[in-house]
C-alpha cells in the first residue's frame, strides 16, 4: 500500500496534460484491445453471446471497486436515467462489436472520431444551445473528413461501416445523458450501471444463440470484459487531468495503436485516405473543443464578475 501511494502522489505531481496524454493513450490502447478480442471471438461465436460476456465480465472486474465503496458505491436517486442510459450502451457495444468482425480496426478507430462532432449537434438540437458560424463550419469540416473515409460512389460502402456510424449516433446520446449525470454522481458509479443494464438486455439475445465457449474463448472473452471497462476508467481520468480540447486532440493517438495492432495480429494496412480522413475530423473535433471550453470560461468570468 506504501508502494501504490507513493507511485500515486508522483504520478499526481506529473503535469497534468502529461498524465492526461498516458490515460488517452490507454484507453486508445484498451479499445484496441477490446476490438481485437471481439475479432478472434466472432470467428466462431455471435455477437449476441460476446456481448452477454462483456458485460458480465465487466461487472466482475468492477466487484474490488465496489466492494471498497460498499453500498455508497451504487447508491443513486437517477436509476431511470441510468436506465435509458444503460439501454443506449447495449446498442452501441452490439454496433461496435458486430463491425469489428467487419472492417480494419483503424477504420473502425477513426469512424469513431465523428462522436464529438455529433455530440455538439446533439447539444444543439437537444440542449438547446447556441451554435455560431465557426461551430457549424468545423462539423461541416468534420462531415468532410468522414466522407474523405467512406468514399461513398467511389468505394462500396460496407455494412461494418454503417454499424459503426449507427454506433456512434447512440453513443453521442449517451453522452448528452452521461453529461446529466456527472454532475451528481461519481465517475466509477456511471461505469458501473453502464454494464449493469448492459447484462440484463444481453442475457435474452444471447440464449437463443448459446454456444459453450472454448477455453481460448474465455480467455479473449475475459479480455473483452476488462479491456472495455479500463477504457471507460481511462478516458474519464483523461478528460479529470486536461482540458477536452487537449484530450480530444490526443485522442488522435487511438489511430496509431489500432493500425499497429491490425497489422500485427490481422494484416491490416489502413489505406493513406484514412489517415487523411481521420486527421481532418481530429481538428474539427478538437477546433469544437476548444471553442466550447473558451465559451466555456467566458461564461464562467461573466457569472462572477
Not at 481538428?283 to 464562467?300: D, T
Request: aromatic share 14%; hydrophobic share 55%; with cysteine.
Amino acid at each position: 500500500m506504501a508502494l501504490y501511494a507513493d507511485l500515486s502522489a508522483r504520478f499526481d505531481a506529473v503535469p497534468a496534460p502529461a498524465r492526461a496524454a498516458f490515460w488517452i493513450t490507454m484507453a486508445g490502447f484498451c479499445f484496441t484491445v477490446s476490438m481485437t478480442a471481439v475479432r478472434k471471438v466472432s470467428v466462431d461465436m455471435h455477437v449476441f453471446e460476446s456481448v452477454m460476456f462483456r458485460s458480465l465480465f465487466g461487472i466482475a472486474f468492477m466487484v474490488p471497486w465496489l466492494l471498497k465503496k460498499g453500498v455508497a458505491g451504487i447508491k443513486t436517486k437517477r436509476l431511470g436515467l441510468f436506465a435509458i442510459r444503460g439501454s443506449g450502451a447495449y446498442f452501441v457495444t452490439y454496433f461496435y462489436f458486430s463491425a469489428a468482425a467487419l472492417i480494419p480496426l483503424a477504420d473502425l478507430t477513426s469512424i469513431t472520431f465523428t462522436r464529438p462532432i455529433l455530440g455538439t449537434i446533439a447539444a444543439i438540437i437537444f440542449l438547446k444551445e447556441v451554435a455560431g458560424a465557426r461551430r457549424w463550419s468545423a462539423i461541416g469540416v468534420g462531415f468532410i473528413g468522414m466522407l474523405i473515409i467512406v468514399r461513398p460512389g467511389f468505394v462500396e460502402v460496407n455494412l461494418g461501416v454503417l454499424l459503426v456510424l449507427c454506433g456512434v449516433m447512440f453513443q453521442t446520446c449517451n453522452t448528452v445523458i452521461v453529461k446529466t449525470l456527472t454532475k451528481t454522481e461519481h465517475p466509477d458509479t456511471i461505469v458501473l450501471y453502464h454494464t449493469l443494464f448492459i447484462l440484463p438486455l444481453s442475457i435474452i439475445p444471447a440464449i437463443y444463440v448459446w454456444q459453450t465457449p472454448t477455453l481460448e474463448q474465455w480467455g479473449w472473452l475475459a479480455v473483452i470484459g476488462a479491456a472495455g471497462i479500463l477504457t471507460q476508467r481511462a478516458m474519464t481520468r483523461a478528460f479529470v487531468a486536461a482540458d477536452a480540447s487537449f484530450v480530444l486532440a490526443m485522442s488522435y493517438l487511438r489511430l496509431p495503436i489500432a493500425a499497429f495492432v491490425g497489422f500485427a495480429f490481422f494484416g491490416e494496412v489502413p489505406e493513406i485516405w484514412v489517415w487523411i480522413g481521420a486527421s481532418v475530423i481530429c481538428a474539427s473535433s478538437a477546433y469544437i473543443a476548444h471553442r466550447e471550453s473558451v465559451l466555456a470560461r467566458a461564461k464562467q468570468t461573466e457569472a462572477t464578475a
